[in-house]
């Protein structure tokens, strides 16, 4: 039955076997052949998906072994794993491949060690405790005992029901405002490696803060989106940038399909297109408005998407606003995504069991929280078995992935032309502003006309547009330098260097080892603030996040790596870390790696301790 039955998705026809996983795994299990050990590690990092289990291999018998799979398909600690199979090297087993021997050309290493119990236990205890402080507080309030900073309702509007939810009012009041000082922090200088802040203080508890007048100069900068240094204020796309603005001036007055189509717009496009290896690109002002306002162009009622868990707000607006009905796969989990993918063939749209219209899967190149790189090679294997669409935002990965800084598509080698739609902004990587959305040109001719924010916003600005220009140009070659290719090569150092530095201090960082997002783990509330702070003081500027931002027990610092970071400056950063680190016993990991500086990724030595 499996073989004969066919059934409508969209308005194509899918073969039978699409129907089931089970009936999936069956027919694309390749014949089995002896695989060496160590290649046996690697595969194993990757996810147990029917789609990819003949790629994976042993990984199945990983998860036979009792360990349980991590959020992303991941056994909880590749690192334990690791170590444990160290003993078993020399064992030869037989392990299933793909037909094509592999999805993945390269090693694709990623963890996310578990939260130690006692750091949960503690964790939850702490946001307990200022929750019980929060409520004691407020009833202080309330009778006037003690002085209440925020804005209190009027006499005349006491009856109304309150304009903001109560948690998150509550939320504001008597956590976020005891640690506020840590954000909205004003810069005065351009965000490249080093920064200078505005001194600030505040006498009331953070509900005000006052400047004094001092700048902070000299901040090592860990929080700036600028993965290839190009937010800066020298150099040859300065110069360019300062020679077009004083020929076109900064606005442009009006949107692409009336007069605001500049000749530089155009040659952007064309770059854009260059760039990524595809057909066509347009570009858009705002980077969030690129997938709110595009997505509901490409689906609409009728239509599914599928959604990582943990896309960004911008891709969430985008599918909520286009009227699709929206499923939500576990992050970066094949499985997961294979599954809705499955069950969307086979029961078609709720009550009418009519074939979808459209799928349309959407993910991330980084996942900025998480540091996280998605799983490309699988997800264009499921999109391709299941006839879906692909949705890629490139956001954190455009420039900083890839031997050739083209994202994650070059990171894995892949073809462009597998992915439908490659979307990704200007504001990371090339030091700009604004987001575009390329691919096929009929995609991007259609755009033209359908997306709002093509038609209705007006068109960007051109010193930023001769931002982009230049800075793409140069990290091609076409300026005539190699300035370019040596600062994605850079970032690359940067990021394997520090994050390597992190673990062997007993840091815990989660995601991928290429990702220059590098998430470090601090889980307590009361820890947060104190690692802005202390680091801070220390003189270098980094980014916390907490709930709801995160996971309530998973507050985290996250660094972001630059090329412009040299190598005093990620190990000033590093010594103030572990400095930090100590103070407040943030070293959490229980696998710490030990140092060594000519040992091979695959032969690193995990001391572990035991709770
Ligand atoms: C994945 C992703 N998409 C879109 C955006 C929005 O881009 P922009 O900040 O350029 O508007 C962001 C912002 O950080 C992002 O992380």
């Known amino acids: 039955m499996c073989q004969t039955e066919s059934l409508q998705c969209g308005c194509k026809t899918l073969p039978a076997r699409s129907l089931s996983p ?127 900073y925020i804005a209190t309702e009027k006499e005349e509007q006491k009856d109304f029901v309150p304009l903001y939810q109560d948690f998150e009012n509550f939320y504001t009041r008597n956590l976020y405002m005891r640690i506020r000082d840590n954000w909205n922090r004003p810069i005065c200088s351009v965000p490249g490696a080093k920064m200078d802040l505005l001194e600030r203080e505040s006498h009331d508890y953070n509900w005000t803060f006052k400047y004094t007048g001092r700048v902070v100069q000299d901040v090592i900068n860990l929080g700036s989106y600028n993965y290839l240094g190009f937010a800066e204020n020298t150099g040859p796309c300065a110069d360019s940038v300062a020679e077009v603005t004083m020929k076109y001036g900064v606005g442009v007055a009006s949107t692409r399909q009336e007069t605001g189509n500049l000749d530089r717009h155009e040659e952007m496009e064309k770059v854009v297109a260059r760039f990524l290896g595809v057909e066509s690109a347009m570009a858009f002002g705002m980077g969030f408005a690129t997938n709110s306002m595009n997505i509901p162009a490409l689906a609409g009622k009728g239509c599914l998407i599928l959604s990582d868990e943990l896309n960004h707000a911008s891709l969430v607006l985008g599918a909520r606003l286009s009227g699709s009905t929206i499923r939500v796969f576990k992050h970066n989990n094949m499985q997961s995504l294979e599954k809705l993918l499955s069950e969307a063939i086979v029961h078609g749209q709720p009550r009418t069991h009519r074939p979808w219209k459209k799928i349309l899967i959407v993910v991330e190149g980084i996942y900025s929280m998480e540091g996280s790189i998605v799983r490309l090679p699988e997800v264009i294997a499921l999109k391709k078995r299941y006839q879906a669409y692909l949705y890629l935002d490139e956001a954190h990965s455009i420039g900083a992935l890839g031997p050739r800084g083209r994202g994650v598509v070059d990171y894995f080698g892949l073809d462009t032309s597998d992915v439908d739609v490659m979307m990704g902004t200007f504001t990371k990587s090339f030091g700009a502003a604004g987001g575009y959305i390329a691919g096929k040109r009929e995609l991007i001719e259609y755009l033209r006309c359908n997306s709002h924010s093509a038609v209705y916003a007006t068109s960007m600005s051109p010193p930023v547009v001769e931002q982009i220009i230049t800075s793409m140009k140069c990290i091609m070659g076409e300026d005539g330098t190699t300035i370019g290719r040596d600062r994605v090569r850079q970032l690359a150092d940067n990021t394997v260097y520090f994050r390597k530095r992190l673990r062997e201090m007993g840091f815990i960082t989660y995601g991928n080892n290429d990702s220059p997002v590098v998430p470090m783990m601090l889980y307590m509330p009361a820890k947060i603030g104190a690692f802005g702070r202390e680091m801070l003081k220390r003189n270098i500027g980094v980014v916390v996040v907490g709930f709801p931002a995160t996971p309530i027990i998973e507050s985290r610092a996250r660094f972001c790596i630059s090329a412009a970071h040299t190598k005093d400056m990620l190990d000033r950063a590093l010594s103030v870390i572990s400095e930090v680190g100590d103070l407040l016993q943030l070293k959490y990991s229980r696998h710490r790696k030990l140092p060594s500086l000519l040992r091979h990724l695959d032969n690193d030595v995990y001391e572990d301790i035991d709770d």
Request: charged share 30%.
């Open 22 to 148: 089970l009936c999936t795994a069956a027919t694309l299990r390749a014949p089995t052949r002896k695989l060496p050990s160590r290649l046996h590690h690697r595969r194993a990092a990757m996810t147990e998906s029917p789609a990819t289990q003949s790629a994976n291999g042993g990984a199945c018998q990983r998860l036979e072994n009792g360990l349980k799979p991590e959020r992303n398909g991941l056994v909880k600690s590749l690192h334990r794993c690791q170590a444990e199979e160290e003993e078993e090297e020399e064992e030869e087993e037989v392990y299933a491949t793909s037909p094509h021997d592999s999805l993945y050309s390269r090693p694709f290493i990623e963890s996310f060690e578990e939260t130690p119990m006692l750091v949960a236990v503690l964790t939850y205890m702490g946001y307990g405790i200022l929750t019980i402080f929060g409520y004691f507080r407020d009833y202080l309030r309330h009778w006037k005992i003690e002085k209440c």
